[in-house]
């Protein structure tokens, strides 16, 4: 477990100077190139005027591959993240699905035969063990309390139904961490773009060319919308898997409570007594005829 959250720290720590070094070198490069003035142009051959300015080609808006170049390094990490949030989707919605967590033909089976009495205390935890779902984890934690009072059964279930639902919530953290993340390095890579701007305005005549500032911007601007269009498939990826998460787990506590009401001491005693019962009353019974 140890290792495990080093490395984690060690990848978070390289990620972020990836992130620092990206940023301090888009700074470092020179500003948008300028189109060359009306005076820089070269003549025509008649009339000395002087020919038109070649329009610069728009900012691409959609081929993936030209605004992912357009965008900067900057587009590398948010990239990253929209893989993570893309495999954690497939991983979570296989993960959770209700024939996994909670098979019904293993648990309406199990109750089953507690209720006729056709498993003892091995039987029953070799059957949980074998199932190796979720739900076959609380019920095992409950069957290793079998014959205790019921508040000792429903503490087992509630500290097996904890350790369930750690496993039901893996990787929802990394969801939540990709849409706070991913707009962040969106902003980095627009505030990066806007110096550039701003210094393309310092070092030259800008200001009388709108057609260079306005590209200057909205190529700032991709990084933004790349971070947004990461951030909120994953923000909302989480929280229809915690929603998931929340109803698996109820669920999985009203079968433990039927349970609790199957194998506890007063239960069994309750099942003995109502067993000798009918012996009694045939011997009383046959008392009497003699």
Known sequence: MKRRVELSRAWT???????????????????????PTEAETPLAAAGGRAEPLAVEEPIPTEDLWSIIQEGGLLMIPIGFCSLIMVALIFERTISL????????????????????????????LALCEENGSPVA???????????????????????????ATNGLRRYLRVFNGVATVSPLLGLLGTVVGMIRAFN???TSDA???????????????????????????ALICYMLFVSRVDRLIIDIDARGQQIVGLISAEELQAKAQRVRAPKSKRTVAQESAA
């Open 200 to 202: 393309a305005i310092a």
């Open 13 to 35: 720590a390289l990620l972020g100077m990836s992130v620092v070094a990206a940023a301090l070198w888009i700074v470092a490069q020179p500003a948008w190139p300028q189109a």
């Open 207 to 233: 200001m009388g060319r709108p057609e260079l500032l306005a590209n200057g911007i909205s190529e700032a601007l991709l990084t933004t919308a790349a971070g947004l269009s990461v951030a909120i498939p």
């Open 137 to 163: 984890e609380v019920f095992a934690g409950a069957v290793r309390k079998w014959g205790r009072p019921a508040v000792e059964v429903e503490q087992a279930i509630i500290d097996a139904g904890e350790r």
């Open 97 to 124: 699905r209700r024939g996994r967590v909670i098979p019904k033909p293993f648990v309406t089976r199990f109750i089953q035969q507690l209720s006729d009495g056709q498993l003892d205390r091995e039987q029953a």
